[in-house]
């Protein structure tokens, strides 16, 4: 009777998690999967023709050079600056005392930084949305980043100090493989942060701001206001792809 009730639980827990994940994620990506093959207006099976059109669309093609470029800047830089300035926080006392100071970018609202950036920056381009997301998103990685070091055993770096290990070797060999965990965390949550700083580029250029800034979150806000769901729902369905095949690949690697 214990096992059984135990089981019971089991279930309703999973179960409720589980419809929730099914009711508003699995269903809605499925529906987006049936309207990337068929027609906006009249529903008919298309094949693979909306698939065709958005890869060969010139403001696609465009925005994915872009969002590429910009994740391939932010993501190594907002690591590092993590890295290093938790190193140096780590040796203070009273970290909790600034905790405060380097999260405050995180609680202003979008078109406050908005503003604030267009009075240090005379051009809003590439460089200065990319700063943007620095100032935005180091202090949580700083977090991120002081939680793994604090969770690293203090005999493994005595251990390699020991052995005359210095600061470089120590972090490389001894800090680095325990933070393994950590950098996989900081490393996806920055990568799905990138995605938010539409909100900065869109609020600057608007719906078609300079080239250089142009990303995909632009592509489908077009193409929702003009009502191509065809289109949004194939280059969903790409994007999808591409960045759950990059989660795996950096899964893979990061446990090797």
């Not at 279930?11 to 093959?37: E, K, M, T, Y």
């Not at 068929?38 to 529903?43: D, F, I, K, W």
């Not at 590429?68 to 190594?76: C, E, G, M, R």
């Not at 830089?77 to 100071?101: C, D, H, P």
Request: charged share 15%; with cysteine; net charge positive.
């Amino acid at each position: 009777m214990k096992r059984f009730k135990e089981v019971a639980y089991f279930i309703g827990f999973i179960g409720i998690s589980l419809a929730g994940v099914l009711i508003f994620v699995l269903i809605p990506f499925a529906d987006v999967i049936r309207r990337s093959f068929m027609t906006v207006m009249s529903g008919e099976f298309a094949r693979f023709n909306n698939y065709q059109i958005v890869i060969n669309n010139q403001a696609f093609r465009l925005a994915v050079k872009n969002t590429l470029h910009f994740v391939s800047v932010a993501i190594p830089l907002v690591a590092v600056i993590g890295l290093t300035a938790a190193l140096v926080l780590n040796k203070i006392q009273e970290i909790r005392i600034i905790k405060s100071l380097y999260l405050f970018p995180m609680a202003m609202p979008t078109a406050t930084v908005v503003i604030v950036w267009r009075m240090f920056f005379y051009q809003q381009n590439f460089d200065s949305l990319v700063i943007s997301y620095l100032w935005k998103n180091t202090g949580y990685t700083i977090v991120l980043w002081l939680a793994g070091i604090a969770g690293i055993p203090n005999e493994l770096i005595e251990a390699s100090k020991v052995d005359g290990a210095n600061r470089l070797q120590c972090l490389i060999f001894v800090k680095l493989p325990c933070l393994k965990g950590s950098i996989y965390t900081i490393v996806i949550l920055s990568f799905l942060n990138s995605m938010k700083i539409y909100r900065e580029a869109y609020l600057v250029g608007g719906s078609y701001p300079k080239k250089d800034i142009y990303l995909l979150q632009h592509t489908f806000n077009n193409w929702y206001v003009n009502l191509e769901f065809d289109k949004m729902a194939a280059a969903s369905v790409l994007v999808a792809i591409v960045l759950f095949a990059f989660i795996l690949m950096f899964q893979y690697y990061s446990q090797k």
